[in-house]
Each structure stands twice: as C-alpha cells, then as structure tokens.
C-alpha cells in the first residue's frame, strides 16, 4: 500500500474528532425524543433555564460560552432534561455536567458521582440559584417494588428513589422463559440514565420487556410525589 | 455496571452496556482506578455517543439533521460541531468515491423501507417530497460559520459515518483516563485501545456473514479500529434482495460481497470505506481501502476470504 496511499482521510478525521472536541457539543439525554415525554424536569435542576445555564458555565474554560450557548438553544426544547456542553480537556479529567447523566447500579454511589474536586473550578463560577424548600421532586425518596407477569413469566425489581431521581433499578427475580440476561443490566441502565418508563423494546425479549414497564411503573407509581407539578 | 473478571492485584475488567445509535453500545475498560472513575469514564463515553445520535439521527423528527432537512431550501442553517464535521466528511468520502458513496441517498432508503426508529418502532414519515436528482453536491457546507445550505430538496442518511465518530469521540473521551486498555463498540463499529487484564492485544472476530455466531476470522489488534459492513445485517422489507448498502449512482443495492471489514486509526474513517468498498466492482474493493490507508477483508457471496497486503500482522493463528 506504500506509495500510492493518500494520508487524506486520516488527516481529515484528526481535524474533525479535534473540532468537535474543542468546541464543545451539546446534550440531552434524550437518546429518543419520542421517549422525551415523560422525563420532564429532572428534580434536581432546580428550573431549566438554570441547568442549561449550569452546563454553559462548565462549557468554557473562560466566559467563553456562547458556542455551547447556542448549541443548547438549538436544542431548547429538549434541555431541560440534561444539558451538558462542553470543551477544553486540559485541567481535568472529571467534568461536573457530565455527572447528570449518571448511571449508577448502587444507590451509595450515586451521591458521590458529581466531583467536588472539579466543580469547584466551574460551578462555583455560574451562581447556582438556591432550590426551593419545598420538594417539587417528582417522586420521593426511598425503596419501592414491583412485579408483573404475563404468559411467559414474571419480572420483580426494586427501585429506589435518592434526592427525588430513580438511582437504582434492581431487577430482584426473573423467571421468564428467557434468560434474565436479554434484559439485565439493559433495561435498569437505561431507565437511571433517562430517569424514564418509556423504555426501549429489546429485540427478542419483547415479553420480557414488557414484564419490566409493568413492573416499574408499579413501584414508581407509590413513589410519586403529590406536590410535583410536572 | 458489571464488574466482571475476578481481580487480580488490583487491575480490573468494567463493562457496560446502553442502547443508543440504533443498537447495544458496549464500553470496556482496563485498568487500576476506582470505581468512580471508571464509572465516570464509560458516563462521558456515553454522553459523547448520545450527542452524536441526537444530532445525526435520520429517524428522529426532533434530530438536527431532521431540522436541517425541513429547512427551507435555500436558507444557511447554523449546525453543532458534530452535524457539521459528520456532514462534512460524507461529503469528502462523497467526492472521493465519485458519488458512488452519497449520503442524500436516504430518499431512497425510505422507499426501501428503512424508515423504522429503533426504539420506539414507529416509522418516520416524511412530509416533504426529495428531489430525485439531488446529490451531495446540492449541500453547500460553510465551514466559517459552521453552517449548511441546501441547493434541493433532499434526505440525509449519515448511518455510514455517524457511529463511527460516535465510536471515536468515546474514545477521546475515554483515552484522557489513562486506562490500560478499554474498547468501545457500538453494534459491529468496534475500536480497541491498549491491552486486556492479562497484558495482551485484544481480539476481535470478524462475524462469519451466514453463520452468524461464529467468526470468520479473528484478529489480534491494539489502537485501531474495526468496522464491518455486511449485507446481511439489514434485509428491505420492501424489495427481495435489496438490502441497507446503496449505490448512489445506480440507487440500487450492493453486491458482490456479503461483509467489508476496514481496519484502521478512525472508527468514521473504517466505518464509511468498509460501506464505501461495497461500491466499487469487487476487485477493487481492497485496493480502495488501501489507497487511503486503511487494512480490510471482503467476504464474496460464495465466502472466499481476501486480505489487504497488510493484514498478516493482524491475523491470530
């Protein structure tokens, strides 16, 4: 291949991947806004006009914001969920915005995902405003359960709920014809990370996904906070 | 979060897997840092895959690439970083193939049928009517202002690349950590990074196009990336024969392989040539992979094998 090789595309796609990565990019954690519906408000963000502004402020390393402020604007009707821009790797490997979308399999470790250490440099900058006293969460903190079961079996889990977000799924029994596999850690990842019900169908375990929905929202359902005006 | 190797001193084995870009998101990670950290890692690897689909998504009516296709013609349309270096590298691969590759073939995917969201199973259907004749040179890229304007009307499919760079912003993501070794692989787009628990190159298996739980092929490889395109992976449920792989020129499927597999230091590079090969007559279809430096192996219909010169170094027994 020596000789008449072109180093064009590699060229090229250096110059892209570096782009992108230095001027930021803009997220929501709606993978599918179909799915967006019902994931409205994370708790935490105390409005969302705030959040974006939050993700703004640890976008730049200086005030430098106004790439990623248009990004998020160009997105506005999906940012109040998660909204993460960002750029400039240099200081730190930890981005705080990032922190969001975490997906955490046991609840201890969910308080502990945001870095202080990183934080400190970016958050303190942005002035987050005060959050209300009273819990507008959408669901209230704790441990809930759930089952559900149709021809092919039946699916139990746990949910439990910390600073009013769904930290944990647990799935706690499976005895589907299918191996509990097709839907473990799939479906309880995808739910912490969009803090959502509309789940995806797994392909080929349609009947076990569906065992899941049920479930959950039967243990969400108890966990529902009635002062969340969501 | 699995951890899922027993632990020996203190290196250890992560794995997660996401549903995201139409299919299970896999990252792997190697190393000594805590739990913590590599959880914080494979978030951000996942944020960057996110943002990709949320840009790039030809299936979502919310997508910026949808926005961008329901802008009136004409108009400059401002696009984020990732829409516009994703568009922007169709368009080079575009030119380079002599339009063979074009990603405004989605009109004709859609009449294909490939029209379903892959996690809501509902299919997009679109308003708008694209003009037959228009090509990607209707797509006018303003690199000054980042922005795009569309000489026609027409439809974006970016499934050739867009995982590809998803793939590769995770591991830029990903490599600031120092791991050992970590591999990010999003449903046949796969790139590997340092080495395994156990110090060594990782292996990849080339997925045998019929017999599909076994490899064809297995490499031991360390800091590329692997892309497979293979007919089998996506049947029209419109016409018989006819599968996700188009010729722009001729707007029919390719064929005379059943898999391309490209090989090397870019996911979007390996992803859009390992399609692209499908476009040229079979014999040149290495030839094309390594005139612009990447390594790759065709499967022909009757499952003869065919390896780049420099593939032997790949090769694991």
Same mark, same amino acid.
């Given at each position: 291949m020596a000789g008449k090789m072109s180093p064009k595309f590699v060229a090229l796609c250096t110059l892209a991947i570096g782009a992108i990565y230095t001027t930021g990019y803009s997220i929501t954690s709606t993978s599918s806004t179909a799915l967006a519906t019902t994931q409205q408000g994370l708790p935490n963000a105390p409005t969302g006009s705030s959040a974006v502004a939050a993700a703004n402020g640890s976008a730049g390393s200086g005030q430098s914001a106004s790439k990623p402020a248009n990004s998020s604007a160009s997105t506005a009707n999906k940012a109040n969920t998660a909204s993460t821009g960002k750029t400039n790797k240099s200081s730190s490997t930890t981005h705080p915005a990032a922190s969001t979308q975490t997906t955490t399999k046991s609840t201890s470790t969910a308080s502990t995902t945001s870095k202080p250490a990183a934080s400190t440099s970016s958050i303190s900058t942005t002035s987050k405003p005060a959050a209300p006293k009273v819990n507008t969460n959408k669901y209230l903190d704790g441990n809930y359960n759930g089952s559900a079961s149709n021809q092919i079996g039946g699916v139990s889990l746990a949910v439990s709920i910390h600073n009013g977000k769904i930290a944990n799924v647990q799935i706690t029994a499976c005895d589907t014809h299918y191996p509990q596999s097709y839907i473990d850690p799939v479906l309880p990842d995808y739910v912490v990370a969009n803090q959502t019900t509309q789940i995806p169908v797994v392909s080929g375990a349609t009947m076990s996904t569906a065992d899941f929905y049920y479930a959950l929202v039967q243990a969400l359902s108890q966990a529902q906070n009635p002062n969340y005006k969501g | 979060m699995t951890r899922w190797s027993r632990s020996e001193g203190s290196t250890r084995t992560w794995l997660k897997t996401s549903l995201a870009l139409g299919t299970v998101v896999r990252t792997q990670v190697v190393g000594t840092q805590s739990e913590e950290t590599v959880e914080q890692a494979q978030t951000q690897a996942m944020a960057a895959m996110r943002a990709v689909e949320d840009a790039c998504?030809?299936? =979502?009516? =919310?997508s910026e690439l949808s926005r961008l296709v329901l802008a009136p013609v004409g108009s400059l349309v401002e696009v984020s970083p990732i829409l516009f270096q994703a568009l922007h590298f169709a368009c080079e691969v575009a030119e380079w193939t002599e339009g063979r590759f074009d990603p405004t073939v989605a009109a004709r995917m859609d009449e294909l049928g490939f029209t379903q969201h892959y996690l809501t199973g509902e299919s997009v259907h679109w308003a708008m009517q694209a003009a037959a004749e228009a090509t990607f040179r209707d797509l006018e890229l303003d690199e000054a202002n980042r922005a795009v304007r569309l000489h026609r009307p027409l439809r974006l499919d970016l499934g050739a690349v867009a995982k590809g760079l998803a793939v590769d912003l995770a591991v830029k993501e990903l490599s600031a950590f120092g791991f050992d070794g970590f591999v990010v692989d999003a449903g046949g787009d796969v790139y590997v990074a340092g080495c395994t628990e156990n110090g060594e190159p990782w292996t990849v298996g080339i997925r045998h196009p019929v017999l599909h739980e076994q490899s064809i092929l297995t490499l031991k490889v360390q800091d590329v990336a692997v892309c497979t395109s293979g007919t089998y992976e996506r049947p029209s449920p419109r016409e018989e024969g006819a599968h996700h792989i188009l010729n722009a020129q001729t707007k029919r499927s390719a064929h005379g392989f059943l898999s391309a597999t490209a090989i090397g230091p870019f996911a979007m590079m390996a992803d859009a040539f390992s399609t692209a090969a499908f476009l040229y007559p079979p014999a040149q279809a290495l030839d094309v992979l390594e005139r612009v430096g990447l390594e790759g192996i065709t499967v022909s219909e009757d499952l003869h094998v065919e390896l780049t010169s420099g593939m032997e170094r790949y090769l694991h027994e």
């Open positions: - | 998504s030809r299936f =979502d009516k =919310d």
